[in-house]
T-cell receptor, first 115, second 115 residues
Framework: AQSVTQLGSHVSVSEGALVLLRCNYS??????LFWYVQYPNQGLQLLLK??????LVKGINGFEAEFKKSETSFHLTKPSAHMSDAAEYFC?????????????FGRGTQLTVWP | SAVISQKPSRDICQRGTSLTIQCQVD?????MFWYRQQPGQSLTLIAT?????????ESGFVIDKFPISRPNLTFSTLTVSNMSPEDSSIYLC????????????FGAGSRLTVL
């Protein structure tokens, strides 16, 4: 089974600072990769996905992530944090050709943004 | 993408009792998925619910503990049976948003606390 590691269960940044949330996966074959965001009392919302096109993927709300095969990483970044970015972020992977609906998730990173 | 409603949003339950969680989708879907998020853990797929057939359970999950119904193409229920404190989790319903890349849409989840 896939293993997804999110380094840092909590990340705190000041408003306007760079956001960097780390994600590493275990597959030797590049999988599909996702970042989801969960705001309080809401469902998971897809931020962005990597499916095999450009390695730098742009998502909603100014977030982007870069797929690095050599590092088996898919780190999420945003140049300038906003208060509204405070939420929990989940990295997930799906093996290509895998059972539909089966995603492997990291444990999540809680992002706090200070004014 | 589909809109998913779950009930209850949260509940506090007594040990040994059972609780049924409902999931309603605003469009017809072939497959619905149930995930569990234990405190501090990643999301884990419990089972896939297909209309007209038995649910397919992931390793470590059994029908006696998590019976699932799928009476039509827009509705499913998950029952957590004979609950113990270890069942305290968020249970999430999801559907396929993009089958080509296994992208899922999630409901807001049902947070269960078992005393």
């Amino acid at each position: 089974a896939q293993s997804v590691t999110q380094l840092g269960s909590h990340v705190s940044v000041s408003e306007g600072a760079l956001v960097l949330l780390r994600c590493n996966y275990s597959s030797s074959v590049p999988p599909y990769l996702f970042w989801y965001v969960q705001y309080p009392n809401q469902g998971l919302q897809l931020l962005l996905k990597y499916t095999s096109a450009a390695t730098l993927v742009k998502g909603i709300n100014g977030f982007e992530a870069e797929f690095k095969k050599s590092e088996t990483s898919f780190h999420l970044t945003k140049p300038s944090a906003h208060m509204s970015d405070a939420a929990e972020y989940f990295c997930a992977v799906s093996e290509r050709g895998s059972t539909l609906g089966r995603l492997y998730f990291g444990r999540g990173t809680q992002l706090t943004v200070w004014p | 993408s589909a809109v998913i409603s779950q009930k209850p949003s949260r509940d506090i339950c007594q040990r040994g009792t059972s609780l049924t969680i409902q999931c309603q989708v605003d469009s017809q879907v072939t497959m619905m998925f149930w995930y569990r998020q234990q405190p501090g853990q990643s999301l884990t797929l419990i089972a896939t619910a297909n209309q007209g057939s038995e649910a397919t359970y992931e390793s470590g999950f059994v029908i006696d503990k998590f019976p699932i119904s799928r009476p039509n193409l827009t509705f499913s229920t998950l029952t957590v049976s004979n609950m113990s404190p270890e069942d305290s989790s968020i249970y999430l319903c999801s559907v396929i948003q993009d089958s080509g890349a296994n992208v899922l849409t999630f409901g807001a989840g049902s947070r269960l606390t078992v005393l």
